[in-house]
């Protein structure tokens, strides 16, 4: 299994700066996914970040908007650029491990809850 | 594509009574499913899955068929509690690349005493 910690939890921002999300995870995983869950909505995948590439965008996601950064095997961060109030989402960093079936599983963290105003 | 539906919430239902909330789902090759939940304030837990045509998967009193020929994945539970009021989203995955998960729109369940 996975434990997933998230920073911030929360945080309320202004229209045009940035905020970076780091998600920190207890053991090393191979794969790490962001996803983005906006208000009443369903998860959306945002992008997958292994360890030593460059991370894979899901259509209508770009780097410019969403950089990722995937220094070592239990470490990644998000960043939110140039916000605006559609960007007013939660946040989730997710790791695929394998259980004690060795089977792989997804675990999510607890998420970011960001406001933009 | 890879796609799932799920009914749409809320859904409200008094303590003890049946719960079902239906998935389908579309997809290429031969996905695993899943059923995961959140709980207010908290995040995702997978609550059960299923890899193959048939199998049931099963968890705290929820239950889930695979079923190929109606592309179903329906989540059941005999009588509820209180402490099931949360969010339940039906996911799909298909192996390859990486392995991504996909996620219905989510359903809302609210158990009241």
């Known amino acids: 299994s996975a434990v997933i910690s998230q920073k911030p939890s929360r945080d309320i921002c202004q229209r045009g700066t940035s905020l970076t999300i780091q998600c920190q995870v207890d053991?090393?995983?191979?794969?790490m996914f962001w996803y983005r869950q906006q208000p009443g909505q369903s998860l959306t995948l945002i992008a997958t970040a292994n360890q030593g590439s460059e991370a894979t965008y899901e259509s209508g996601f770009v780097i410019d908007k969403f950089p990722i950064s995937r220094p070592n095997l239990t470490f990644s961060t998000l960043t939110v650029s140039n916000m605006s109030p559609e960007d007013s989402s939660i946040y989730l960093c997710?790791?695929?491990?394998?259980?004690?079936?060795?089977?792989?599983?997804?675990?999510f963290g607890p998420g970011t809850r960001l406001t933009v105003l | 594509g890879n796609s799932v539906t799920q009914m749409e919430g809320p859904v409200t239902l008094s303590e003890e009574a049946f719960l079902t909330i239906n998935c389908t789902y579309t997809a290429t090759g031969y996905p695993s499913l899943f059923w995961y939940v959140q709980y207010p304030g908290e995040g995702l837990q997978l609550l059960l899955k299923?890899?193959?045509?048939?199998d049931k998967g099963s968890n705290k009193g929820f239950e889930a068929t695979y079923r190929k020929e109606t592309t179903s994945f329906h989540l059941e539970k005999g009588s509820v509690q209180v402490s099931d009021s949360a969010v339940y989203f039906c996911a799909l995955r298909v192996l390859g690349g990486y392995n991504k998960l996909i996620f219905g729109a989510g359903t809302r369940l609210a158990v009241h005493p």
């Open positions: 299923a890899t193959k045509a048939d």
């Open positions: 053991s090393q995983v191979t794969m």
């Open positions: 997710s790791v695929e491990a394998q259980t004690s079936g060795a089977y792989n599983e997804q675990f």
